[in-house]
């Protein structure tokens, strides 16, 4: 099997250049992407910025003697012991290779749960593999969180934000909205003017901000778990199987070769139609907007934005109704998975 190697710092290569500006008195401020599917963490290190993920996901094992010292000689295995049982989470969870056989019925799950504050305990842990603790007082983490309530669909149940398990690692905590984020993150040649889209695992989140201000917000309950799932239902395929197919070299500009194929490229039209739409509909209906006499560039992002054609069909999409906006173009971000830890890295680094 092929290491899992998410959790290793890798280097942000569009680190802005003027990063070392922005840091003052040796601070080092941390920008925290807590998405449905993976935990992803920008920040500095040395002079360069780095970004690191994990599986935002658990799997409770038996505890026994043999099992924990198992675990312990797995330096890529991340674990902690919660009474009877080992709770493995991470990227781990991924690996057919544990030591032991999960209890009846047990299966890998994503923190927070609805069994609410149990869960806590798991996103705290995933943290701390990832982030080191504060090297002094009132430092900065910034974290993504989708808009507020208000903004949201009434369909959409609201993700856990995740400020009590960060404020235990003895960081300021501090909540970016998670489109603002991309803009911060891909932006910067704009005024940090245009539009941030991340398509996650559980929702599409899209901002609009002017001069960093945001000013429209949305989010959709359909994302990549929704594509998993309803083709795994259309095909009679477990959503996991789909989410590997997906993700390992699914491309939406090619004729679909099978049964699978075409049903993913289904359930992606619906999914960006839907979300276009409903980012038109919400600049629309916005009594005010700021004036401008630029057309806006929109920025993609996200997982579920990372198959070859997703741009092209997003802004097929697009172009082919009538949006109240002038658009200068439609641009994916320079690596989707980590863009929006590392706008909320630069949200951390501004912050005073």
């Known amino acids: 099997?092929?290491?899992?190697?998410?959790?290793?710092?890798?280097?942000?290569?569009?680190?802005?250049?003027?990063?070392?500006?922005?840091?003052?008195?040796?601070?080092?401020?941390?920008?925290?992407?807590?998405?449905t599917s993976k935990v992803v963490v920008s920040r500095r290190g040395g002079k360069d910025v780095a970004c690191a993920s994990q599986l935002n996901a658990f799997i409770?094992?038996?505890?026994?003697?043999?099992?924990?010292?198992?675990l312990q000689q797995q330096s890529d295995i991340h674990y902690?012991?919660?009474?009877?049982?080992?709770?493995?989470?991470?990227?781990?969870?991924?690996?057919?290779r544990t030591c032991s056989t999960p209890r009846r019925g047990a299966r890998w799950r994503r923190p927070p749960q609805p069994e609410?504050?149990?869960?806590?305990?798991?996103?705290?842990?995933i943290v701390q593999s990832l982030v080191p603790k504060p090297r002094s007082s009132g430092e900065v983490l910034a974290f993504s969180v989708p808009p507020p309530p208000r903004a949201r669909g009434a369909a959409h149940?609201?993700?856990?934000?995740?400020?009590?398990?960060?404020?235990?690692?003895?960081?300021?905590?501090?909540a970016i909205n998670e489109g603002l984020a991309v803009i911060f993150s891909e932006l910067e040649d704009h005024n940090f003017t245009g539009i941030g889209v991340s398509c996650g695992g559980g929702m599409c989140n899209a901002t609009l901000a002017f001069l960093s201000i945001p000013t429209i917000m949305v989010s959709l309950p359909k994302a990549g778990d929704f594509i998993d799932h309803s083709v795994g239902e259309a095909v009679g395929e477990h959503a996991t199987r789909v989410k590997v197919i997906k993700e390992e070299g699914f491309d939406l500009s090619r004729d679909p070769k099978d049964k699978m194929e075409k049903a993913l490229r289904i359930y992606y039209e619906d999914l960006v139609?839907?979300?276009?739409?409903?980012?038109?509909?919400?600049?629309?209906?916005?009594?005010?907007?700021?004036?401008?006499?630029?057309?806006?560039?929109?920025?993609?992002?996200?997982?579920?934005?990372?198959?070859?054609?997703?741009?092209?069909?997003?802004?097929?999409?697009?172009?082919?109704?009538?949006?109240?906006?002038?658009?200068?173009?439609?641009?994916?971000?320079?690596?989707?998975?980590?863009?929006?830890?590392?706008?909320?890295?630069?949200?951390?680094?501004?912050?005073?």
């Open 80 to 96: 902690y012991r919660d009474g009877d049982e080992i709770v493995i989470f991470g990227s781990a969870t991924s690996a057919s």
């Open 157 to 174: 149940l609201p993700r856990g934000e995740p400020a009590p398990a960060l404020h235990l690692l003895g960081y300021k905590a501090m």
């Open 116 to 125: 609410g504050e149990a869960a806590w305990p798991v996103l705290e842990a």
């Open 60 to 70: 409770p094992v038996p505890w026994s003697p043999v099992t924990e010292r198992t």
């Open 1 to 35: 099997m092929a290491e899992n190697k998410d959790h290793l710092w890798k280097p942000a290569e569009d680190a802005p250049e003027k990063i070392e500006d922005l840091v003052k008195g040796g601070s080092h401020p941390v920008g925290i992407d807590v998405g």
């Open 273 to 352: 139609e839907t979300l276009v739409d409903t980012l038109r509909r919400a600049i629309s209906r916005a009594e005010k907007l700021p004036r401008t006499e630029r057309a806006l560039p929109i920025v993609l992002a996200g997982g579920t934005a990372r198959p070859k054609g997703f741009r092209e069909l997003f802004e097929r999409t697009l172009r082919g109704r009538s949006f109240p906006v002038e658009v200068a173009e439609v641009r994916m971000a320079t690596d989707p998975l980590t863009a929006t830890a590392r706008g909320a890295h630069i949200a951390a680094m501004f912050e005073k």
